[in-house]
T-cell receptor, first 114, second 112 residues
Framework: GEDVEQSLFLSVREGDSSVINCTYT??????LYWYKQEPGAGLQLLTY?????DMKQDQRLTVLLNKKDKHLSLRIADTQTGDSAIYFC??????????????FGTGTLLAVQP | DAGITQSPRHKVTETGTPVTLRCHQT?????MYWYRQDPGHGLRLIHY???????DKGEVSDGYSVSRSKTEDFLLTLESATSSQTSVYFC???????????FGPGTRLTVL
């Protein structure tokens, strides 16, 4: 079945790099996404990667995809206190008549210590 | 963010009462989705719409119904709310089927 797993919690010091990991099970995933959720807010799209790519970099964010191991990671360089939030990994899979179904992980709470 | 708003933002209701949540978008996106967010489960799809009057079930659709009479509005109805439906509900929209989904700010629903 479809499943996306993440570790629940990560604590880092301000200025360090953060690495949030995600594993997924559906090999037919086309896109994989990272969303950020700040307290009391909705989900904000951070970045995404197409399944035929290994890496994508966008300013302080680096996404690595290991398709063989079905492993996705998000690296945040020079982590700031404003990066404290819950980060969700999501994969796009086919589902009946609508192929744009997202399967979300449980979210990783990133706590940045000053 | 596709100009997505949700109303109400917070609601407390009693078991057995009907509840309707509204999602409104201003970008003429064809696809709209309702998710619920619960601890330990991430977000799970309740229902989605692929056009006016075109809707289908997601993975946790029991106890919920939806309607889409206009492109800009997608309504989620709990016919008879239960405590297990206490959750945060998110609406999302996408312009095309293959496009990224953008999320609204969420509605926190508490069923006593």
């Amino acid at each position: 079945g479809e499943d996306v797993e993440q570790s629940l919690f990560l604590s880092v010091r301000e200025g360090d790099s953060s690495v949030i990991n995600c594993t997924y099970t559906d090999s037919s995933s086309t896109y994989l996404y990272w969303y950020k959720q700040e307290p009391g807010a909705g989900l904000q799209l951070l970045t995404y990667i197409f399944s035929n790519m290994d890496m994508k970099q966008d300013q302080r964010l680096t996404v690595l995809l290991n398709k063989k191991d079905k492993h996705l990671s998000l690296r945040i360089a020079d982590t700031q206190t404003g990066d404290s939030a819950i980060y969700f990994c999501a994969e796009r899979v086919g589902y009946g008549g609508a192929t744009n179904k997202l399967i979300f992980g449980t979210g990783t709470l990133l706590a940045v210590q000053p | 963010d596709a100009g997505i708003t949700q109303s109400p933002r917070h609601k407390v209701t009693e078991t057995g009462t009907p509840v309707t949540l509204r999602c409104h978008q201003t970008e003429n996106h064809r696809y709209m989705y309702w998710y619920r967010q619960d601890p330990g489960h991430g977000l799970r799809l309740i229902h989605y719409s692929y056009g006016v009057k075109d809707t289908d079930k997601g993975e946790v659709s029991d106890g919920y119904s939806v309607s889409r009479s206009k492109t800009e509005d997608f309504l989620l109805t709990l016919e008879s709310a239960t405590s297990s439906q206490t959750s945060v509900y998110f609406c999302a929209c996408a312009l095309r089927e293959s496009d990224t989904q953008y999320f609204g700010p969420g509605t926190r629903l508490t069923v006593l």
